[in-house]
Structures are given as C-alpha cells and as structure tokens.
C-alpha cells in the first residue's frame, strides 16, 4: 500500500510536470497524511481513495447509485459483499478494498456529508 500509493504520487508529479494543463489530475491527502493521485472520479467527493473506488466501482454502473447512500463502514460492507456474491463483481485485495471501505464510510456515511452531490 505504502509503496503504491508513493509511486502514484510520483508519477502525478512527472506527468504534471510534462503535459500540465492537459491531464487534470491531482494529489488528495487525508487528516491520516493518506495520498492518492485522482484523474477521473466522476461525481465522487475528491480524498484518497475516490480513484480507485471510481475504478472499481463505475465500471458496471454510474456512481450515481453509490454517492445517492448514506452508510456506515459495516454497511459499505454488506454492500461490497452483495457486489461480489450476486452481482459478479470480482473480489478485492484487502488494501484495496479497506481504502474503499474508509473512503465510502467516511465521504458517504449516513451523515451524507456530500448529498446532494456537489
Ligand atoms: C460487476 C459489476 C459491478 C461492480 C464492479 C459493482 N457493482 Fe454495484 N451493482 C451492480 C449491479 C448489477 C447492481 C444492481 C442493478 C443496478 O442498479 O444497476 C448494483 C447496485 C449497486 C448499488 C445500489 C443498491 C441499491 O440499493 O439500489 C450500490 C450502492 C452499489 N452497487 C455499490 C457498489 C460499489 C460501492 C461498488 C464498488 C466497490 C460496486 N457497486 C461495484 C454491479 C456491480
């Protein structure tokens, strides 16, 4: 994880650096010092771990769906399990799937800190 999340970061800033104004990307951080380069995260709220849950998670159907919840970690939870059993979707590595757990547990909580999606 660590070692990832730092060569993500590296490779943000070199193609920053070489076609900057072309890729709209940028580095998020967390209150946990949590880094993660985004480029495409649709209508997710910007913070580590919104690149890969747009990655894995808006490929079968629009984030729409998901920023529209408010759930706790446990329920983010049973939704990824549901993903998995019924709806084919593959299983995720353990760090991957606790960074988007964190991410969706904390940005979509029942608080729904970022509904309506802005
Ligand atoms: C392999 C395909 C696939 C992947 C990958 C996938 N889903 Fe789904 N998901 C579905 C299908 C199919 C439905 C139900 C039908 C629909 O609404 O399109 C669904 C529905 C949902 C719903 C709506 C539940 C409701 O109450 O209506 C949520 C929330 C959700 N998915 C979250 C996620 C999250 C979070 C991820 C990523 C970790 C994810 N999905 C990844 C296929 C997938």
């Given amino acids: 994880m660590m070692r990832r999340t730092v060569f993500a970061l590296a490779t943000g800033v ?8 072309v890729a709209a990307q940028m580095t998020v ?4 010092g949590r880094t993660e380069v985004i480029y495409e995260i649709g209508m997710f709220h910007p ?12 490929v079968c159907h629009s ?12 329920g983010w939870d049973d939704i990824l399990v549901w993903m998995v ?7 995720l590595h353990e760090e991957d799937r606790d960074l988007i757990l964190d991410y969706l547990g904390t940005y979509y909580s ?7 999606p802005s």
């Fill in 110 to 116: 029942p608080d729904r800190p970022h509904y309506p």
């Fill in 85 to 91: 059993e019924d709806m084919g979707m593959a299983e």
């Fill in 14 to 21: 070199i193609a920053g650096l070489g076609i900057s104004g």
């Fill in 47 to 58: 913070a580590p771990g919104a690149q890969l849950t747009y990655d894995f998670c808006a």
């Fill in 63 to 74: 984030e729409m769906i998901i920023v529209q919840q408010g759930q706790t970690r446990e």
């Fill in 29 to 32: 951080e967390d209150d946990e």
